[in-house]
């Protein structure tokens, strides 16, 4: 259970949203006294009289505005996405230095895109990005928000760990996990990514947050795995009468406001500074998830 009493080990904030609900979870598996957070992110002084009150020694900022139902929201709300994922998460941030609290900022890797030069996708010869290649992806309000952010909280505050997550990927078909978004849509676009797959790296997260590693990571399975070899795994484990028609790029972006990020991450910092954590290759990974949904008998989406 959340511990509302005072002097919480971690203070979670995003308390409705998919990915801090997962963190909740995992803290409850392990034991710890968590707590969430009641306050907006941009409202500083119900931020600062929490944590006072609360005195966690860790926050996590699961929160932010991610658009409903999808990132094309942020385009002609830009306001209300500068107010959270900007103003809010610098609220939170300048918050916590004030009092030498620890910051773990779930963030976002879709920042980048490949180009035709050095950062093609591997597979053609190209290098993944680093944490310190500046964003090339502007295509999207959302990601210009989450990009303006990163660089100021990387160059302000020395208590924040930033993690970039990319496309997530959860052990059953919620409609926020990257598998179930694609096995919805009428036609998809095939290009290698990164991913996320959060069984594995949610606990690794905790114990970067425990440890009190600042500064940004690259948060992905290593490699990239294209929407196809995905779709492939959906049809072999789930449903197996399950087809999906493909599309380009530019056919993609006559149904889209915004553009999605399309890249692979490298993330050789995070496996060195993780060394014993278990952060499987991308396919291998995502055939566990795809084996663990297949063990709990997860049912195939209904046809859109
Ligand atoms: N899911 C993805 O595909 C993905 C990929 C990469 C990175 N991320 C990042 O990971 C984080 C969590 O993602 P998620 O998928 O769990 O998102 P989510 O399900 O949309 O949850 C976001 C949460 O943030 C809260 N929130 C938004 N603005 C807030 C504010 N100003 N103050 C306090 N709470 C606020 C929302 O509460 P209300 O509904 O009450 O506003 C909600 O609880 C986000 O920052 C997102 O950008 C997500």
Same mark, same amino acid.
């Given at each position: 259970m959340p511990d509302e009493s005072a002097q919480v080990r971690f203070l979670i904030v995003g308390r409705t949203g998919w990915i801090a609900n997962m963190v909740a979870e995992l803290l409850e598996q392990r034991g710890e006294r968590y707590a969430f957070a009641s306050f907006r992110l941009e409202q500083r002084e119900a931020c600062e009289l929490e944590l006072d009150a609360l005195r966690p020694q860790r926050v996590l900022n699961c929160a932010g505005v991610t658009g409903r139902p999808n990132v094309d929201w942020c385009e002609d709300h830009r306001r209300e996405t500068v107010r959270s994922n900007v103003l809010g998460v610098l609220n939170l941030a300048d918050c916590c230095a004030s009092r030498g609290i620890h910051l773990t900022n779930f963030a976002t890797g879709c920042l980048y895109h490949y180009?035709?030069?050095? =950062?093609?996708? $591997?597979?053609?010869?190209?290098?993944? *990005? $680093?944490?310190?290649? %500046?964003?090339? *992806?502007?295509?999207?309000?959302?990601?210009? $928000?989450?990009?303006? @952010?990163?660089?100021?909280? #990387?160059?302000? *505050?020395?208590? @924040? /760990?930033?993690?970039?997550?990319?496309?997530?990927?959860? +052990?059953?078909?919620?409609?926020?996990?990257?598998? &179930?978004?694609?096995?919805?849509?009428?036609? !998809?676009?095939?290009?290698?990514?990164?991913? $996320?797959?959060?069984?594995?790296?949610?606990? !690794? &997260?905790? +114990?970067?947050?425990?440890?009190?590693?600042?500064?940004?990571?690259?948060?992905?399975? %290593?490699?990239?795995?294209? =929407?196809?070899?995905? /779709?492939?795994?959906?049809?072999?484990?789930?449903d197996p009468k399950f087809q999906w028609k493909n599309f380009t790029l530019e056919?993609?972006?006559?149904?889209?406001? &915004?553009?999605?990020?399309?890249?692979?991450?490298? !993330? #050789?910092?995070?496996?060195?500074?993780?060394?014993? &954590?278990?952060?499987?290759?991308?396919h291998a990974a995502m055939e566990e998830v795809f084996r663990r949904m297949q063990a709990k008998g997860v049912k195939p989406l209904a046809a859109p």
């Amino acid at each position: 259970m959340p511990d509302e009493s005072a002097q919480v080990r971690f203070l979670i904030v995003g308390r409705t949203g998919w990915i801090a609900n997962m963190v909740a979870e995992l803290l409850e598996q392990r034991g710890e006294r968590y707590a969430f957070a009641s306050f907006r992110l941009e409202q500083r002084e119900a931020c600062e009289l929490e944590l006072d009150a609360l005195r966690p020694q860790r926050v996590l900022n699961c929160a932010g505005v991610t658009g409903r139902p999808n990132v094309d929201w942020c385009e002609d709300h830009r306001r209300e996405t500068v107010r959270s994922n900007v103003l809010g998460v610098l609220n939170l941030a300048d918050c916590c230095a004030s009092r030498g609290i620890h910051l773990t900022n779930f963030a976002t890797g879709c920042l980048y895109h490949y180009d035709d030069g050095e =950062h093609r996708p $591997t597979a053609e010869g190209g290098r993944p *990005f $680093t944490e310190d290649d %500046p964003p090339n *992806f502007f295509g999207s309000y959302y990601s210009r $928000t989450k990009a303006m @952010v990163e660089e100021l909280l #990387r160059s302000a *505050f020395d208590n @924040v /760990l930033i993690l970039r997550l990319r496309m997530p990927v959860s +052990d059953d078909l919620s409609p926020r996990s990257f598998v &179930a978004k694609i096995a919805r849509y009428e036609k !998809v676009v095939n290009i290698p990514n990164s991913m $996320t797959v959060l069984t594995e790296l949610l606990p !690794v &997260a905790l +114990d970067m947050s425990e440890r009190g590693l600042t500064g940004v990571y690259n948060f992905t399975n %290593p490699g990239s795995i294209s =929407h196809n070899e995905v /779709l492939e795994l959906y049809r072999k484990y789930i449903d197996p009468k399950f087809q999906w028609k493909n599309f380009t790029l530019e056919e993609q972006a006559k149904i889209l406001k &915004a553009g999605r990020s399309n890249c692979e991450l490298d !993330v #050789r910092k995070l496996l060195r500074d993780n060394p014993g &954590a278990q952060i499987r290759e991308v396919h291998a990974a995502m055939e566990e998830v795809f084996r663990r949904m297949q063990a709990k008998g997860v049912k195939p989406l209904a046809a859109p």
